[in-house]
């Protein structure tokens, strides 16, 4: 196994996704809210927030390919699945595992808004400042990390670990 240093807990990430549950709650009172989540690294994250979520929501999913080296994101970015529900006039969650240089949520986010929806928002599990290239607005986050390569909650390193119910920092990547 390789050199792993949990960082996050799974009672701390279950503790979080309920705060964040209730504060989206009350953002959302009263709107049409539609969640979609970002495969692969969002499925675990998406699964456990929308249980914490006390309005009328609907869920789909996109599926974001970016090729690059296993723990860099290239900014070449390729949409291999899209929505498939209808989702204009509604308020979209887009439920990301983590934003890092920003240029997927960005791609996203431009590719969202031409379905015409009223409103987008983010929500990311995790927020990594150390290497954004585009200034891209995260509304609701679940935990800032300075720095690193973090695997576990969906989070993968060449596929691996996305099952590990908490989060590890992987060292020497
Ligand atoms: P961005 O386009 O650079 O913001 O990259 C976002 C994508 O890169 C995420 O959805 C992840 O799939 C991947 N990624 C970036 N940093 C990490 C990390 O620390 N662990 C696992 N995946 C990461
Ligand atoms: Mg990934």
Redesign the pocket.
């Given at each position: 196994m390789r050199d792993m240093e949990e960082i996050i807990s799974s009672s701390d990430i279950s503790d979080r996704v309920k705060e964040l549950g209730k504060v989206l709650t009350r953002a959302y009172a009263n709107r049409r809210m539609f969640v979609v989540g970002?495969l692969n690294?969002a499925f675990i994250f998406t699964a456990d927030l929308v249980r914490q979520i006390k309005v009328p929501i609907e869920v789909d999913f996109v599926r974001i390919a970016?090729y690059g080296s296993e723990s860099t994101?290239s900014g070449n970015i390729n949409l291999t699945k899209d929505i498939e529900l209808d989702v204009s006039g509604k308020d979209i969650l887009i439920v990301?595992?983590?934003?890092?240089?920003?240029?997927?949520?960005y791609y996203l986010k431009k590719h969202l808004v031409k379905r015409n929806p009223a409103s987008i928002r983010v929500c990311s599990f995790i927020d990594?400042k150390e290497?954004r290239e585009v200034d891209v607005q995260v509304d609701y986050v679940g935990f800032e990390i300075s720095e690193?390569?973090?695997?576990g909650y969906g989070?993968?390193?060449a596929e691996q670990y996305r099952h590990y119910p908490a989060v590890y920092h992987l060292k020497s990547v």
């Open positions: 970002v690294g970016s994101s990301e595992d983590i934003v890092d240089t920003g240029q997927t949520l990594k290497r690193g390569f973090v695997v989070l993968d390193y």
